[in-house]
């Protein structure tokens, strides 16, 4: 069989499309990709003629099947997504399960992911750290989670748009404490690339105060609770596993 290549393409800046990546999606014989404009835009600037693929979110248990047939058959293909790492808040994990499910070969030519750019340049603790994608949408789901993640203590690592930049950092502020250490990057390797940090309060402030901060992609680092809040936590987990043991 052929092997499917997992491609990370750039989060913003062109320049961060490898030389290795470059390769291999010229050499394979398809690319799957989540917006074939937006995917074609990338290739016709590395003058790459490499036929496309639609695989989105809807079709993509239907299309991993045939693409599957098409790797089994001896074609080496490769999956991208918009931006970024495949698979990463992007499509691609049904066709990848599929492709590994039938013996196919799956190799990943790693390159930009936004969660992983943010940690590099926060300045907080990433010997451990928590990625959460995208909080959920509706507010109680996302107050929720984040009451959830309160006691985490790993760093926190979530992605966000700047429809929901504001109630976000609102709502963190609520469950975490407004004095939670946080970074907020926007807009990496983009023109307007800022990386603030501050207390989630501070961040807050910042946003709101000028439009322009408000504007483009985000990903959120957050600080882990502190080492009270995860003995609490242990407390809280020990107490209720004891009473679950005489609970009838
Ligand atoms: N697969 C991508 C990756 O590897 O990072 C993530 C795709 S997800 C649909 C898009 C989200 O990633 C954005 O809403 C934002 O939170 C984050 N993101 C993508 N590009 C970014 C950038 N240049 N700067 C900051 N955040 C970015």
Redesign the pocket.
């Known amino acids: 069989p052929g092997t499917l290549h997992v491609v990370?393409t750039p989060?913003?800046n062109l320049g961060d499309l490898s030389t290795r990546a470059q390769a291999v999606l010229r050499g394979v014989s398809a690319i799957c990709a989540e917006d074939t404009r937006r995917s074609g835009q990338l290739l016709a600037y590395f003058g790459i003629n490499t036929p496309l693929v639609a695989l989105h979110e809807h079709n993509e248990d239907a299309l991993a099947q045939r693409i599957v047939q098409r790797l089994l058959a001896g074609e080496s293909l490769a999956l991208v997504?918009?931006?970024?790492?495949?698979l990463?808040?992007?499509p691609g994990y049904r066709l990848v399960r599929a492709a590994r499910a039938a013996g196919v070969k799956t190799s990943p030519v790693p390159g930009?992911?936004?969660?992983i750019a943010?940690l590099s340049v926060a300045g907080l603790a990433s010997d451990r750290f928590t990625f959460e994608g995208f909080l959920p949408a509706k507010a109680a789901a996302r107050r929720e989670r984040l009451q959830r993640l309160s006691g985490e203590p790993r760093t926190l690592v979530i992605?966000?748009?700047s429809h929901r930049i504001v109630e976000t950092l609102e709502d963190m502020g609520v469950a975490f404490g407004a004095d939670r250490p946080a970074v907020l990057?926007?807009?990496?390797?983009?023109l307007f690339e800022t990386v603030l940090d501050g207390t989630l309060a501070d961040l807050l402030a910042a946003v709101t105060a000028d439009d322009n901060q408000r504007k483009?992609?985000?990903?959120l680092v957050v600080e882990g609770a502190g080492d009270d809040a995860e003995a609490q936590l242990a407390e809280g987990r020990r107490v209720y596993a004891l009473l679950n043991a005489h609970l009838p």
């Open positions: 990370a989060i913003g997504s918009d931006a970024g790492t495949p990463v808040s992007d930009a992911c936004a969660a943010a992605y966000e748009s990057a926007r807009e990496l390797t983009k483009g992609e985000f990903v």
